[in-house]
């Protein structure tokens, strides 16, 4: 089997900062893209950062600047740090990977159990 496990989330002052980090764990051959999603009540998921396996990086315009995502290939990591927060980036943040697991030829989704980020005062 193959698990995501995210850590890190937390509450936050705006303006502070908080990094996430993402493991992946089982019986992986190979990761490809890795990313972020955030999502709040009633809303759908929204990409925050993705990363390919080359390190090639994506940002939507709302965290563009303050966000940064990377990874670590030798550890099946990926992490996200978040500086100047903002109320808005609230949200449950999940984790995401394209794993090609060990026999067999394709590669597959997976996602994280989700971890809670609230920017407040």
């Known amino acids: 089997q193959v698990k995501l496990v995210e850590s890190g989330g937390g509450l936050v002052q705006p303006g502070g900062s908080l990094r996430l980090s993402c493991a992946a764990s089982g019986s992986i051959l190979s990761i490809g893209d890795m990313a972020w999603y955030r999502q709040t009540p009633g809303n759908e998921r929204e990409l925050v950062a993705s990363?390919?396996?080359?390190?090639?990086?994506n940002y939507p315009d709302s965290v563009k600047g303050r966000f940064t995502i990377s990874r670590d290939n030798a550890k099946n990591t990926a992490s996200l740090q978040m500086n100047r927060m903002k109320p808005e980036d609230t949200a449950v943040y999940y984790c995401?990977?394209?794993?090609?697991?060990?026999?067999?030829?394709?590669?597959?989704?997976?996602w994280g159990q989700g971890t809670q980020v609230t920017v407040a005062s």
């Open positions: 990363i390919s396996n080359g390190g090639g990086t």
């Open positions: 995401k990977a394209g794993i090609q697991r060990y026999g067999s030829p394709y590669v597959n989704e997976y």
